[in-house]
C-alpha cells in the first residue's frame, strides 16, 4: 500500500499552503482525505498527483470552476478532449486579451515618460495624463 503522508508533507511537496489544501478540501477540488486516529488528514500519491494538478492549473490562471471541469474530465479520462481544449482556448483568449491591454499600458507610459524629459512638474506630461484620461494615446489600457 502506498505511503500517506500528513497535511504539512503534502503542503511541503506540492508547493500548496495548508489553508490552501483545507479549502480546496472544502469546495470539493479535493475528496475529504481518510483521517488519522487523532483525526489528523493523510494524503496518498494520488492525492498529492491531484494537488499538484490544481496547483498547477491555479499557477496557469485557471478559475476555480474550470478546474473542477478539469479534474472530471480527468476523472473520466475515456470522454473526447473537446471541453478541456474549450477551456484551454478561453484561458489562452483571456491571456491575449491581457497582453494586448499590456502592451497598450507600456506605450502609453512610454508616451508619458518621453513627453516629461524632466521638465517641471507643471509642464509634466505624466501628471496631465494621470490627471485626465482622455489625455491618453491608448483608449484602453
Request: charged letters at 25%; hydrophobic letters at 55%.
Given at each position: 500500500m502506498a505511503e500517506k503522508v500528513s497535511i504539512g508533507e503534502a503542503s511541503r511537496s506540492c508547493g500548496v499552503k495548508v489553508p490552501t489544501?483545507?479549502?480546496y478540501e472544502q469546495i470539493g477540488l479535493l475528496l475529504a482525505p481518510p483521517r488519522t486516529e487523532a483525526n489528523r488528514r493523510t494524503f496518498d500519491p494520488g492525492d498529492l498527483r491531484r494537488l499538484a494538478f490544481i496547483r498547477?492549473?491555479?499557477e496557469l490562471g485557471f478559475e476555480i470552476d474550470a478546474i473542477r471541469t478539469l479534474l472530471t474530465l480527468q476523472d473520466d479520462p475515456h470522454q473526447p478532449c473537446s471541453t478541456a481544449d474549450a477551456i484551454a482556448r478561453a484561458r489562452l483568449a483571456e491571456v491575449q486579451q491581457r497582453i494586448d491591454s499590456l502592451t497598450a499600458l507600456k506605450a502609453e507610459l512610454g508616451v508619458m515618460i518621453e513627453s516629461c524629459s524632466h521638465g517641471k512638474v507643471a509642464d509634466?506630461?505624466?501628471?496631465e495624463?494621470?490627471?485626465d484620461h482622455n489625455q491618453c494615446t491608448q483608449p484602453h489600457h
Open positions: 489544501i483545507r479549502y498547477h492549473a491555479r509634466c506630461r505624466v501628471i495624463v494621470l490627471a
